[in-house]
């Protein structure tokens, strides 16, 4: 998969060569390039922003810069396969990214964020690059950010997870909190009986019992009741399809 990000602050991107990403990036899976806004500039300044028509807060950046970025990316990654890129403008303002989400990206060939900053990006931005290529505004959450680059991290590690060959073992992915609808089980390790100065703390019997069927049973029980406490939203929505109505967590 090739993934472009245009920032005016291109270090905010440099954890992406950690850990798992940074593997998948090494391992030829990954091909990231990210671009600084203002080598799209042309005055001596290197201006990305300007004031608002109309008067208020604020910044907001200038067309300019971005659709020259824009067409850059278009033009450098451009294959018969993949003509053009999905644009994902990360904003509070846009669709919420989940991990439906994060899967169906993890299908695309290509993808390239644009990482706004200030009160946002000109409106004629979207315009120039939906002529172009598919565009969606994402947002990670009801809370706002400085810029986009914290939710590119993010969505970036969320979609390359995805990607096939990056986590090693891939049944990791199938009984994770949000996969089914439901959030993830506790888990436990050694020692079976942890004296925690003093208060001995156990792990639940059934997880030494070596019973495969009811541990199965146990462990969907804690995902079912964990989504109800805390994601009520989300237990009353997989209740509706997983036929949860025996469990008394509701
Ligand atoms: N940029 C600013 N706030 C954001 C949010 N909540 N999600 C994604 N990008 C953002």
């Known amino acids: ?100 989400m994060a899967h169906a990206l993890a299908a695309e060939p290509w993808l390239a964020f644009a990482c706004g900053r200030y009160e946002g990006l000109d409106e004629r931005v979207y315009d120039h690059a939906a002529e172009r290529m598919p565009l969606t505004v994402v947002s990670l959450g009801d809370y706002v950010l400085n810029g986009g680059e914290v939710a590119v991290l993010a969505m970036v590690e969320a979609v390359g997870r995805l990607l096939p060959g990056v986590v090693g073992n891939a049944e990791s992915l199938v009984e994770e909190s949000h996969e089914g609808g439901l959030l993830e089980y ?20 059934v997880l030494l019992s070596g019973d495969h069927a009811a541990i199965a049973a146990w462990r969907h029980e804690q995902r079912v009741a964990r989504t109800a406490a805390r994601r009520p939203d989300l237990a009353a929505a997989s209740a509706t399809v997983a036929g949860l109505d025996d469990l008394d967590v509701r």
């Open 186 to 205: 506790p888990v436990y390790t050694r020692p079976a009986s942890w004296d925690d100065s003093g208060t001995v703390r156990e792990v639940p019997p």
């Open 1 to 100: 998969m090739r993934l472009d990000v245009v920032s005016i602050f291109p270090g905010y991107l440099a954890p992406l060569d950690l850990s798992l990403i940074g593997k998948a990036r090494r391992d030829g899976l990954l091909d990231l390039h990210v671009h600084d806004l203002r080598d799209f500039t042309t005055d001596r300044h290197r201006t990305v922003d300007d004031s608002p028509f109309g008067g208020g807060a604020g910044m907001v950046m200038k067309p300019e810069p971005w659709a020259a970025a824009l067409d850059h990316v278009v033009q450098d990654g451009t294959t018969d396969d993949a003509p053009v890129p999905h644009l994902l403008v990360p904003g509070p303002g846009g669709v919420p990214f989940t991990q439906a």
